[in-house]
């Protein structure tokens, strides 16, 4: 019996914490701002085999 109301007031408490979180609906939706074209994004580092740490090392 005790694990069971154990597990009943977990739940309760994680829901009850999850739903404080909540704001209040204002009635609409916001969007997102768009993503960029791949062409206006900033390049990422290309990454290889000797980048990483102790590659090569015997």
């Known amino acids: 019996m005790k694990t069971i109301q154990t597990i009943i007031i977990t739940i309760s408490a994680a829901l009850l914490l999850t739903l404080a979180g909540c704001q209040e609906p204002k009635g609409y939706l916001e969007l997102k701002e ?23 090392e015997e």
Do not use: A, L, R
């Open 34 to 56: 768009p993503m960029k074209p791949e062409s206006e994004m900033t390049p990422g580092k290309e990454w290889n085999i000797t980048d990483v740490e102790g590659y090569g």
